[in-house]
């Protein structure tokens, strides 16, 4: 029983210290919020003061976007919209796409330590209360670019989608590729968003551009469209392959 219990340990010792690591760093996380009284809210302030204020600003927002976002789980497009208030529309956009773009990589390759050995379309034929969940995971096997592509337009949980894309063991280049196309739409609509807040919201003193607002919008629009549009292109395309199937 012993020499079981250590053959387990010893074939999951990757996979344990990963998450010892990534507890580790949100406990760290929230001591320090913990001890110097900070909510969330307080922090990001905080940060956006020490961006504004130094002329390293934008390597910190990296660092802050790339290392320590997914471990904290601050949403992507929250620092996206901060960028956008620190940095303007366009520098905030080219610093957002590059930090949210590399970001994903963490969470992609963390998934990739909890795969299955062997994945196919056996994988998710699992019947019951967990049918719903493999019928996504299948389509996100099957159609890998048009699903993250989709998931990615729609702002999808960007984490989960990361952690479920490496442990489908979907391939790098396609997942990287479809995460940053998808993440123009969104990282630009929430950039705009965050421009477009002038003056100092914690004195209310401010003011909104209504332009760059009505831009956000329409980009965040059209990205939900183009989503609806790829995904009944594929349920065509799947019905077509049924279809096939049943006459064949």
Do not use: C
């Not at 406990?27 to 940060?47: D, F, R």
Request: glycine letters at 8%; charged letters at 15%; hydrophobic letters at 55%.
């Amino acid at each position: 029983m012993i020499w079981r219990a250590r053959l387990w340990f010893q074939q999951r010792l990757l996979q344990i210290g990963a998450v010892v690591f990534w507890l580790g760093m949100i406990t760290l996380m929230y001591l320090y919020m913990e001890a110097n009284h900070l909510t969330v809210a307080q922090l990001i302030e905080q940060m956006e003061t020490t961006m504004r204020d130094n002329w390293y600003g934008a390597l910190i927002f990296l660092f802050v976007m790339i290392v320590l976002r997914p471990f904290t789980l601050i949403p992507a497009l929250v620092l996206a919209a901060l960028g956008g208030r620190v940095f303007g529309v366009w520098w905030g956009f080219l610093w957002g796409m590059i930090g949210a773009t590399i970001s994903a990589i963490g969470p992609y390759y963390f998934g990739r330590l909890f795969a299955s050995r062997h994945v196919d379309e056996s994988t998710f034929t699992t019947p019951g209360v967990r049918r719903m969940m493999h019928k996504a995971a299948r389509f996100m096997y099957r159609n890998a670019f048009a699903s993250l592509l989709a998931l990615r337009l729609i702002n999808a949980p960007y984490d989960i989608v990361s952690f479920v894309a490496g442990n489908l063991q979907l391939p790098f280049r396609v997942f990287l590729w479809a995460t940053f196309l998808g993440n123009i739409s969104s990282i630009y609509g929430f950039t705009a968003l965050g421009a477009a807040v002038e003056g100092d919201i914690t004195d209310q003193d401010f003011s909104l551009n209504a332009e760059l607002i009505f831009s956000s919008i329409v980009v965040l629009l059209l990205s939900a469209l183009i989503a609806w549009i790829l995904r009944r292109r594929q349920r065509y395309l799947e019905r077509l392959e049924h279809d096939k199937i049943m006459k064949g």
